[in-house]
Nanobody, 124 residues
């Protein structure tokens, strides 16, 4: 099982950018699918982006497509979420997750390792 720690959250103005990092430790991170989810106050956790461990293919929620980019550096056991053109509605706690069971998945219950979350706040 991998352990995940997110960093890089913070306060940014609308239109700005942030890069979130997800540092993994434990078993071979390269064989895990990786995803990012977010949860805003009073809302359910939602899928943001995922990257396949086998193909490197990337997948995005429609709400972030064209603005966010997911990537991973297996040599550094780290995943990233580059967020640009941020909007106030992107405000949420962002979680990275890893799945040993799937090459790629958008479903939160398919992930078996989660980070503690990092707050992203976008001011208008």
């Amino acid at each position: 099982q991998v352990q995940l720690v997110e960093s890089g959250g913070g306060l940014v103005q609308a239109g700005g950018s942030l890069r979130l990092s997800c540092a993994a430790s434990g078993r071979a991170f390269s064989s895990y699918a990786m995803g990012w989810f977010r949860q805003a106050p009073g809302k359910e956790r939602e899928f943001v982006a995922a990257i396949s461990w086998s193909t490197g293919g990337t997948y995005y929620a429609d709400s972030v497509k064209g603005r966010f980019t997911i990537s991973r550096d297996n040599a550094k056991n780290t995943g990233y979420l580059q967020m640009s053109s941020l909007k106030p509605e992107d405000t949420a706690v962002y979680y990275c997750a890893a799945s040993s069971r799937y090459s790629y998945t958008k479903i939160s219950t398919d992930y078996n390792a989660w980070g503690q979350g990092t707050q992203v706040t976008v001011s208008a």
